[in-house]
């Protein structure tokens, strides 16, 4: 199972490079191809496929990153000359904390408020070269180089770039969706083309989510191992653990899932840009909560590892000290955590509206309609929470509730005349962000049901019936985690408000209980062969063979011929 969530589709135009495949993940590349018109993708693919140039993606900087529209770098049209003039005009206007671009980026895909014939067009997006392909040295009236030493991810040369008027050819316009002639006339495919841009930053995070996943893996491999050899199982420790495991499976089918809705946003843009606006904006909120949201998660997961793991979590050796600066810093790169939650509570706020005038809802969240129609949740005891069926029920129930709160607070505000910016940045930034996060938990937890449900005929039944009882604890944490909320809406009426949290409590222990004897097998299924020395390459697809077989037996060099021996001259009791 674990394989089957590891390999999303590919896309049939993709190589088999290993070098390519990697590249084709990070910012530069798929920008271009989304962005890039025919000519433009035959002039450029080869030679960064083949590391002819290497690119870089520039868009943040150092006054505005999340906020595209607020970047200060300017794209000026002359058409006598039919270049563009790229400048930097102030400090603040600088492109900052781009990765690749320290050292290695010959070339970049730039961000830009453009302005053609004394008309401002908005943000584009431009191919700059920035340095000699053959010297690596910065180009006349471009300063580059190296952010220096940060708290995480060093293996990356995040740089800065300061551009002084350069000009570039009038071609150097990624222009798919938004031409210029050498008269300096304008044509664009449609008010949403810009939106199209935004794509390649989307598979960034997607791939980011991935990332954030793989590092939590490694955490639950050292967690697993420390406490089956050396501390005694406990119920706090089994729970623990079940949680850990969980959130890996449950985010690993997320990004698998949405991958699969990012090959569909693709392949509907070659053929019919108009209809890819709705898969792109789909996207785009889910996407928005999930880089929070499973950064937060993944984050919290491995600091919890990394605590439980007792002195030995200390040693450089586990690879903790990487993974945990490496998470850190998730909370801002690649979108500020705050501003990704606060595009998906947009979404929220037009979803309420919608609702209130009966219109369609994407396929995902149509569940809302029943709740806005009345809809009580069928009780009859708490042995229900035993149930998928029923935890469903109280996830959706809850974040109906909180949502129609909030949007009926907000439109009160605007009514009563305070400024929308107030609104959204002072006066309900918590109860926004809170109220995404909490949409965002609920559609991932969705998500990772429909993987298991679309792979159950390729598993064995005594697989699917060990994953059923993960799906079953990751559900119950997840009412765990939100049972304030839960009591707080009255989701929950009478007698089956008492006790309530101590139930959900027992169920998680009991639930923890179950798995407990396949940790084991789902530890191995991530096929972990060495602890990190500082990224080195750990994880590989798991080779699953036939399900239900027992995968690749654990074998890390590093804890076997320094740790192992100390732990033979003692019991090594089982968790």
């Given at each position: 199972f674990f394989l089957m969530i590891r390999r999303p589709p590919r896309s049939t135009q993709s190589r088999s490079s290993a070098a390519s495949d990697v590249y084709k993940r990070q910012g530069f590349y798929p920008t271009m191809m989304i962005l890039g018109s025919d000519e433009q993708i035959k002039k450029w693919e080869d030679i960064s496929l083949s590391h002819k140039i290497t690119g870089a993606y520039a868009q943040t900087e150092l006054a505005h990153g999340s906020d595209v529209q607020g970047l200060q770098t300017t794209a000026v049209f002359d058409q006598?000359?039919?270049?563009?003039?790229?400048?930097?005009?102030?400090?603040?206007?600088?492109?900052?904390?781009?990765?690749?671009?320290?050292?290695?980026?010959?070339?970049?895909?730039?961000?830009?408020?453009?302005?053609?014939?004394?008309?401002h067009y908005g943000i584009q997006t431009f191919i700059i070269q920035i340095r000699d392909t053959e010297t690596f040295k910065p180009l006349p009236n471009v300063e580059v180089g190296d952010l220096g030493?940060?708290?995480?991810?060093?293996?990356?040369?995040?740089?800065?770039?300061?551009?002084?008027?350069?000009?570039?050819?009038?071609?150097?316009?990624?222009?798919?969706?938004?031409?210029?002639?050498?008269?300096?006339?304008v044509e664009t495919a449609g008010k949403d083309a810009i939106k199209f841009g935004y794509g390649g930053m989307l598979y960034l995070r997607i791939v980011l989510e991935r990332y954030f996943a793989v590092d939590l893996t490694k955490s639950i491999n050292v967690f697993y191992r420390v406490h089956s050899r050396i501390?005694?199982?406990?119920?706090?420790?089994?729970?623990?653990?079940?949680?850990?495991?969980?959130?890996?499976?449950?985010?690993?089918?997320?990004?698998?899932?949405?991958?699969?809705?990012?090959?569909?946003?693709?392949?509907?843009?070659?053929?019919?840009?108009?209809?890819?606006?709705?898969?792109?904006?789909?996207?785009?909120?889910?996407?928005?909560?999930?880089?929070?949201?499973?950064?937060?998660?993944?984050?919290?997961?491995d600091r919890q590892s990394f605590l439980t793991a007792g002195p030995a979590g200390?040693?450089?050796?586990?690879?903790?000290?990487?993974?945990?600066?490496?998470q850190t810093s998730a909370i801002t790169y690649e979108g500020?955590?705050?501003?990704?939650?606060?595009?998906?509570?947009?979404?929220?706020?037009?979803?309420?509206?919608?609702?209130?005038?009966?219109?369609?809802?994407?396929?995902?969240?149509?569940?809302?309609?029943?709740?806005?129609?009345?809809?009580?949740?069928?009780?009859?005891?708490l042995t229900q929470l035993r149930s998928v069926e029923f935890i469903n029920q109280i996830l959706e129930s809850t974040l109906y509730r909180f949502m129609d709160q909030v949007h009926d607070n907000f439109k009160k505000h605007v009514m009563n005349g305070t400024p929308i910016t107030t609104v959204w940045n002072e006066l309900m930034q918590r109860d926004l962000v809170d109220v995404a996060f909490l949409f965002t938990r609920v559609i991932i937890y969705k998500l990772f049901q429909t993987t298991l449900a679309e792979t159950s005929p390729q598993v064995k039944p005594e697989v699917k019936e060990i994953?059923?009882?993960?799906?079953?604890?990751?559900?119950?944490?997840?009412?765990?985690?939100?049972?304030?909320?839960?009591?707080?809406?009255?989701?929950?009426?009478?007698?089956?408000?008492?006790?309530?949290?101590?139930?959900?409590?027992?169920?998680?222990?009991?639930?923890?209980?179950?798995?407990?004897?396949?940790?084991?097998?789902?530890?191995?299924?991530?096929?972990?062969?060495?602890?990190?020395?500082?990224?080195?390459?750990?994880?590989?697809?798991?080779?699953?063979?036939?399900?239900?077989?027992r995968l690749?037996?654990?074998?890390?060099?590093?804890?076997?011929?320094?740790?192992?021996?100390?732990?033979?001259?003692?019991?090594?009791?089982?968790l």
């Open positions: 006598e000359r039919d270049e563009f003039i790229i400048n930097t005009p102030s400090v603040t206007a600088m492109k900052v904390w781009q990765g690749n671009l320290g050292y290695n980026a010959t070339h970049v895909v730039l961000q830009a408020q453009t302005t053609i014939k004394g008309k030493s940060k708290y995480g991810l060093n293996f990356n040369d995040n740089g800065y770039l300061i551009l002084n008027n350069i000009r570039i050819p009038r071609e150097n316009l990624l222009c798919r969706f938004f031409t210029v002639d050498r008269e300096g006339n501390l005694p199982g406990s119920a706090h420790h089994s729970a623990l653990l079940a949680r850990l495991i969980g959130i890996a499976y449950e985010n690993t089918s997320a990004t698998t899932h949405l991958i699969k809705k990012y090959l569909h946003f693709r392949e509907t843009l070659a053929k019919d840009p108009k209809r890819a606006v709705k898969p792109l904006d789909e996207l785009h909120y889910i996407m928005a909560g999930f880089k929070a949201y499973g950064s937060y998660q993944c984050f919290w997961a200390a040693l450089n050796v586990t690879g903790f000290h990487a993974i945990y600066a490496d500020d955590n705050t501003v990704m939650l606060q595009q998906t509570a947009r979404r929220i706020l037009k979803f309420m509206d919608d609702l209130s005038q009966k219109k369609k809802l994407p396929v995902l969240v149509e569940f809302l309609r029943q709740w806005h129609d009345g809809r009580e949740i069928s009780f009859t005891d994953l059923d009882k993960l799906i079953v604890s990751v559900g119950l944490n997840h009412l765990q985690d939100v049972r304030n909320l839960t009591l707080k809406f009255g989701v929950l009426k009478g007698t089956a408000a008492l006790g309530y949290n101590d139930e959900v409590d027992k169920e998680i222990a009991r639930s923890a209980d179950l798995i407990r004897p396949s940790f084991k097998d789902l530890v191995d299924s991530f096929n972990i062969k060495k602890f990190a020395l500082f990224r080195e390459p750990i994880l590989r697809n798991v080779d699953f063979k036939q399900a239900g077989d690749t037996k654990f074998s890390d060099t590093a804890f076997n011929t320094e740790i192992t021996p100390i732990l033979a001259r003692a019991p090594a009791p089982r």
